[in-house]
């Protein structure tokens, strides 16, 4: 199983980025996913998640508003649109494949990882 997350960068305060994960190796349908996030000296903190379906849809309190989660069964894929970045934004940005629930914050319920991609947000 691979999980191969994209699309960070460096960008403003008040600017926007979509990230993107390709999943491999597994029956991605089957699979709720999740965003998950950790910034330097922090614990890894729930982003947001989606249910297998494309339902179930959950965000965290700092992101909800600003931040879209979608996914893509056809593509194997999972987005994370970032609109109004803040500095507090700036973190590694994981995505997570989930076969238990139907979309959790807890990490611990997620199967597969991928990589990470670097977000950093300027002031």
């Known amino acids: 199983v691979q999980l191969q997350a994209s699309g960070g960068g460096l960008v403003q305060a008040g600017g926007s980025l979509r990230l993107s994960c390709a999943a491999s190796?597994?029956?991605?349908?089957?699979?709720?996913m999740g965003w998950f996030r950790q910034a330097p000296g922090k614990e890894r903190e729930f982003v947001a998640s989606?249910?297998?379906?494309?339902?179930?849809?959950r965000y965290a309190e700092s992101v909800k508003g600003r931040f879209t989660i979608s996914r893509d069964n056809a593509k194997n894929m999972v987005y994370l649109q970032m609109n109004s970045l803040k500095p507090e934004d700036t973190a590694v940005y994981y995505c997570?494949?989930?076969?238990?629930?139907?979309?959790?914050?807890?990490?611990?319920?997620?199967?597969?990882w991928g990589q990470g991609t670097q977000v950093t947000v300027s002031s």
């Open positions: 997570a494949a989930d076969s238990l629930t139907y979309g959790s914050f807890r990490s611990r319920t997620y199967d597969y």
């Open positions: 190796g597994l029956t991605f349908s089957s699979y709720s």
């Open positions: 989606i249910g297998w379906s494309g339902g179930s849809i």
